[in-house]
């Protein structure tokens, strides 16, 4: 029997499947049937990721940079280099080092790096490479709820009666979560997608509410609007559960039919049908895109406070759910990878829980909240960053590489050979995911643990075990016998983790936390008899600023990260069939492309392919026109994925550019 | 035809073990899931379990299978190439008919064409396969609806029905004949093979009952899908649910459509492998200079219902492209599997019919 299970690391569905190991290499792969979320099912990229595990393409060494040439070094030399270089940037005022972590590293791996920055070199600068974005969502429903990830469950959309999708291309992001939403609604559950570009799951959807940029928000409000006027509200559901709605009800009366059909460029009666259908429906889950597509705190908390309004938080079948693109997105943030927070979103700067860390670790740790590192690489002013300690760069999601020429001292440490190794100092190789063992957590707080399948190909260490290295030859003995051992520490020391072990996990297919007493074997979803306290509604700005052209530049290009992140993504170069498939695009048009809906295209006078200039107050690029109805008219579409259009056309605007995916540029399009 | 007891029907996998790497049903311990794969230990074999998940394909012809290492010398201008041919038979046990069928229509394509596929020849050739009769059927399943089961006529070295206590025998071939005559068995009779047929067909009976999953009625949409007579519209509104996953590709027992992927090892070494790929891929079909045939979604669509369902595309196979197993319904994301698209296209016609009323 050559097939050994475990769990996809693509994105943050966290599909199971089974690994073929044969001959000291992974062979194989095939589906899990009984996986409580994925049922069998895989995407592009999970039926093929035996073509990512057997690559060669590894970094098989540890290198240290001398006199502008990598030389192979021993683990012990590199790790004694690395220490001196990095004790030399952290002194007290701690503004020069800074940790970026990696959303794939598995929550044990992640763990311990945040130990070795905080506990051994008492730096809490530590941060994801990829973009806070989840941090937004996670704010929004801590504070309303207490949970700070998804308040739905997966295995419950088959008994959900509405399912909302705000502005995520769902199917080719999560594909196997868009496949069960797909699945409820073709057994009856009504679909509605809201988005300002006309994606698959629109095409899939009973309604497609078709939005200008950045007018999402405000739909969402008009739902609350006719649900208020229809009296389609639970009052029981809200007194009992909720509070502070006041001033939410207040904004959403105030808003006015025609400046909202002017502002999203929708029908009227297209909202109303929505909103009554919502209002209706027993049970609603929402579902959007949480991390580098994300959305900003201000949207996040309409969604929030629509569904909360509805009753559709706590109950069967209900849950806001913000999804995670990358595998390990949720369990970073679960294990401390914040300037400002320590495992299961405990607060750096709570006293007792400082105290509580310190005491354990046996050691002092610094109180203050450390910076993120993005703005180290930025802004001078809160301090410019001349030391960064890397964990497998990705450049689909990272911002910066060449920010990072600017770095004095740069240890990088990963699996895979990348483009940016380089820049480093020192490198320290570390297995890959089925060299060890690891947990994953998913976007619904699954906790999924999987086992090694084989022995490291190259004589590299476990990465747990190198920091446990780094640690040991700072002057600190960390005891772990097995990543096993790191789990039961993360356990005691997270009230939300207290009830798992690896005893638990394996043999099952994960653990949802808060898994505690009173949760022994997890909790699906946020549940209103079990809360503590009432739902909170989320404050708003009351905003709906809406961008619009003007004369000179009548067109509101609007920019795609999501998608693209997969054709740039490091591990994915590795593959052959997903990259031929995520390079589908980009051979048909290698210098990039804007998407122009057909109506503006005919008044332009410009087909499939013909060469346009764009030009912005800021900025100005010839591209190709890509003919599309996947646009509105008056909205243009870039993707994120061509270098030359990064480089030129966005780095231009970087001044204004804040939130990337709500980013809408004025643009005028001219005939070349 | 021979009988076996019951308690010693995995003396022939013994047997067998002794030429051969043996191959059959298993349960993966901790998922539960079944397999079929290599075998171990001769009591992890479960004769009885429901059709495995993955198709017995994978065996002679692998998810991923390396074919050739080769170095090239940029100095010399000489190459050096080692083929990699896997040494040591295989025996596949309990092999069930639909995927016993579907072997055999990948026989066609990879022996019975022009060009003779070396690896594939030489994983086959050597093979030894024991089917099973499945005397019931399981959710899935739609055999009955594709010609393909719910037992083998022909293809086997030898066949095993169950008949309570014991198991029927039958040789199917000289190397069948030569291996049972290394065993001792009793001879059956005229009754045992009267007893095989009653057990047919009561499997038969049981499909409305048990296998509810997959119905399908092939033989009334291969005519429209040979015609294609099938509006555009439909076709994309299968296309529309695809989600691009290959999976219906590489579960199917008949299909074969594979990729070539050449990596570099240490130093000047490479590696060639032979990898599944997918027809429902956009990348499949696209040619050097960006042609592509089949770009939009629906013209794969059309093109897989097109390969397991036509007449011209049988009479390749001699045989029905789909062989009834029901995998592809269920690791579809789209929930656009072969039975479902079937009972689609019959409902599109009846539609079509009463529009004319």
């Not at chain 2, 009625?217 to 691009?244: A, D, H, M, P, Y």
Request: glycine fraction near 6%.
């Amino acid at each position: 029997m050559n097939y050994k299970p475990g769990i996809c690391t693509f994105c943050g569905t966290g599909c199971g499947h089974l690994l073929k190991v044969t001959n000291g290499q992974i062979n194989g792969v095939f589906p899990s049937q009984n996986h409580p979320v994925s049922k069998g099912r895989l995407c592009v990229r999970g039926w093929n990721i035996h073509e990512l595990l057997n690559t060669r393409a590894r970094i098989t060494t540890p290198l240290i940079k001398k006199n502008d040439k990598f030389e192979k070094a021993t683990y012990d030399e590199a790790i004694s280099y690395l220490i001196e270089k990095l004790l030399e940037y952290s002194d007290s005022t701690a503004k020069e080092l800074g940790f970026l972590a990696s959303p794939r590293s598995s929550n044990e791996e992640n763990y311990l790096f945040m130990k070795l920055a905080r506990a051994v070199f008492k730096n809490n600068n530590i941060s994801l490479i990829s973009d806070t974005g989840h941090r937004n969502s996670l704010n929004v429903l801590e504070k309303g709820t207490g949970m700070a990830g998804m308040l739905g469950s997966l295995e419950e959309i088959s008994k959900c009666e509405f399912i909302l999708v705000v502005g995520m291309d769902i199917t080719e992001l999560n594909p196997i979560i868009g496949s069960e939403i797909h699945l409820a609604a073709k057994r009856g559950a009504t679909l509605v997608t809201i988005d300002r570009r006309k994606t698959e799951i629109a095409e899939l959807s009973d309604k497609f509410l078709f939005v200008r940029p950045a007018s999402g928000k405000l739909a969402l409000s008009a739902f609350a609007k006719v649900l208020l006027e229809e009296n389609l509200i639970d009052t029981d559901y809200l007194k009992k559960f909720t509070e502070g709605h006041s001033e939410y009800i207040e904004l959403v009366k105030s808003l006015d039919y025609k400046d909202i059909i002017t502002k999203t460029g929708c029908n009227i009666d297209d909202i109303k049908e929505i909103a009554r259908e919502f209002g209706k429906a027993k049970s609603g889950m929402a579902f959007f895109p949480s991390g580098i597509s994300g959305f900003d705190k201000d949207t996040i908390s309409h969604i929030f406070n629509l569904f909360l309004l509805s009753g559709k938080i706590g109950r069967e079948g209900c849950g806001v759910n913000p999804l995670t693109g990358i595998n390990n997105l949720q369990g970073s943030c679960d294990m401390g990878i914040a300037p400002d927070l320590l495992t299961g979103f405990q607060r750096l700067n709570d006293n007792e829980i400082l105290t509580k860390f310190s005491k354990y670790w046996n050691t002092e740790l610094n109180p203050i909240l450390g910076i993120p590192v993005y703005d180290m690489l930025y802004e001078n002013i809160r301090g410019f960053s001349k030391a960064i300690v890397l964990v497998d760069f990705d450049e689909g999601v990272a911002r910066g590489a060449h920010q990072m020429e600017k770095v004095e001292f740069i240890a990088y440490i990963g699996t895979y050979e990348n483009e940016v190794t380089h820049l480093a100092n020192v490198v320290l190789p570390t297995a890959s995911y089925v060299e060890c063992d690891g947990t994953f957590t998913n976007a619904e707080r699954r906790v999924q643990l999987t086992e090694k399948k084989l022995e490291p190909k190259y004589d590299v260490l476990p990465a747990w075990k190198l920091y446990a290295k780094i640690a040991e030859k700072s002057g600190m003995k960390w005891n772990y016998e097995s990543p096993s051992d790191i789990m039961k520490e993360i356990a005691d020391l997270t009230p939300s983790y207290s009830g798992i072990s690896y005893d638990k996990l394996r043999n099952s297919y994960g653990i949802q936390w808060p898994c505690d007493k009173d949760h022994p074997d997890g909790t699906r979803r946020i549940d209103i008899k079990n809360s503590k306290s009432k739902y909170k509604f989320a404050a708003l700005t009351g905003k709906f600023k809406t961008p619009s052209g003007s004369e000179d530049f009548p067109y509101l290009l609007i920019i795609g990260r999501a998608l693209d992140y997969w054709q740039k993504n490091n591990i994915m170069k590795h593959t052959f069939i997903p990259l031929r498939e995520y390079n589908a695009t980009l051979l048909l048009y290698p210098e990039g492309y804007i998407e122009i809906s057909s109506e503006d295209a005919k008044e332009l006078q410009v087909r499939d392919y013909s060469p346009v200039r764009v030009k912005s107050p800021y900025g100005v690029m010839e591209t190709k026109a890509m003919v599309s109805d996947r646009v509105k008219p008056d909205t243009v579409y870039v993707p994120y994925f061509v270098q030359k259009m990064i480089t030129e056309f966005l780095f231009q605007h970087r001044e204004i550019m804040h939130y990337r995916e709500l980013d809408v540029i004025p643009v005028k399009i001219i005939k070349v | 035809m021979y009988l076996i007891e019951k308690n010693r029907v995995l003396d022939i996998a013994v047997e067998l073990r002794k030429d051969y790497d043996l191959f059959g049903p298993i349960i993966e311990p901790s998922t539960k899931q079944v397999f079929f794969d290599s075998i171990d230990e001769i009591n992890e074999i479960r004769l009885s379990a429901p059709i495995p998940s993955n198709p017995p394909k994978l065996i002679f012809f692998p998810q991923m299978e390396k074919i050739i290492s080769y170095k090239y010398d940029k100095v010399s201008k000489n190459v050096e190439i080692e083929p990699v041919f896997n040494e040591r038979a295989r025996a596949l046990f309990g092999i069930r008919s639909c995927d016993l069928m579907g072997t055999q229509c990948l026989d066609r394509f990879f022996l019975g064409g022009e060009f003779v596929d070396e690896y594939y020849r030489n994983h086959r050739k050597k093979m030894f396969i024991v089917t099973n009769t499945c005397i019931k059927p399981f959710k899935q399943c739609l055999c009955v609806c594709t010609d393909s089961g719910p037992y083998a006529r022909e293809g086997y070295d030898l066949n095993l029905t169950e008949l309570g206590e014991y198991y029927l025998v039958e040789v199917g071939s000289e190397k069948g004949n030569a291996l049972i005559n290394r065993m001792s068995l009793k001879k059956a009779g005229k009754e045992h093979d009267n007893e095989k047929i009653k057990k047919i067909n009561e499997s038969i009976g049981l499909f409305d009952k048990i296998a509810v999953d997959s119905k399908a009625w092939i033989s009334r949409v291969v005519n429209r899908v040979t015609t294609g007579l099938l509006e555009e519209e439909f076709w994309e509104s299968i296309g529309k649910q695809c989600f691009e996953c290959g999976a219906c590709s590489f579960v199917c027992p008949s299909c074969s459509c594979f990729n070539i992927e050449d990596v570099r090892t240490d130093g000047s070494g490479h590696e060639r492998f032979r990898c599944w790929d997918s027809c429902s891929y956009e990348g499949y079909s696209r040619m050097a200079g960006g042609h592509n045939p089949r770009k939009p979604i629906e013209d794969r669509r059309n093109k897989r219902f097109f390969c397991k369902l036509s007449y011209s595309q049988s009479k390749k196979y001699l045989r029905p492209g789909c062989v009834g197993c029901g995998r592809c319904a269920w690791v579809c994301p789209g929930d656009i599997g072969l039975p479902i698209v079937t009972e689609s296209i019959r409902r599109e016609f009846h539609k079509k019919a009463d529009s004319y009323e």
